[in-house]
């Protein structure tokens, strides 16, 4: 079934509130490396918002604690989050749209937002991953968008079944075809 054009509108205008995860892992500022990967571990994801007198300050994310805490040979139990935290934290509004957080991934180069409330309360967390998810029945809209608009390109030149040339060319199924090729398709 061929979606219409403000079904998609309305896919690409899905609300963040919608594909986030609420409760996102938290940690104060003092707490250790260790306990940060204990932590993702525990709750089966790849960052932690770290909060300061009670607002998120910054983030630490698997890659972090790789980069900045195992290739350094530092010991995690020592190493404290504010140390190799990212800052300033990037956010997203939780009234913001699904094309609004791809749109801020891409332009700060991240892969998760946490999501705020209008008291700028963490009040869920959105990643690339979250996208994807409504990105792969975009995809489908786009591919189904992108065949329809191949059969109706007219070109001049020769029809790849029967070899004759013709001014009325179409492409179906990838292969340009003249009308009567075309007529013979829509009978069989």
């Known amino acids: 079934m061929k979606k219409t054009t403000n079904e998609m ?43 300061g007198n009670g607002k998120p300050i910054g983030i630490v994310t698997e890659e972090d604690i790789a980069c900045k805490v195992v290739a350094k040979d530092l010991k995690p139990s020592t190493v404290h989050v504010k140390e190799i935290m990212s800052t300033p934290l990037i956010t997203v509004s939780a009234d913001k749209t699904v094309g609004d957080a791809a749109h801020m991934m891409v332009k700060h180069k991240v892969r998760r937002l946490p999501v705020i409330d209008a008291k700028k309360k963490v009040i869920g967390i959105v990643t690339v991953r979250d996208l994807l998810t409504v990105s792969n029945e975009l995809n489908d809209i786009l591919t189904d968008l992108i065949e329809i608009n191949r059969e109706e390109l007219v070109e001049q030149g020769m029809c790849n079944r029967c070899g004759q040339m013709s001014d009325d060319l179409k492409r179906v199924e990838n292969i340009l075809l003249c009308p009567r090729c075309r007529d013979e398709d829509s009978i069989s």
């Open 9 to 51: 509108r309305f896919e690409t205008q899905i609300p963040i509130r919608d594909v986030m995860k609420n409760n996102p892992a938290m940690l104060g500022i003092e707490a250790t490396v260790a306990k940060a990967a204990k932590t993702m571990c525990q709750e089966g994801v790849g960052s932690v918002i770290i909060v």
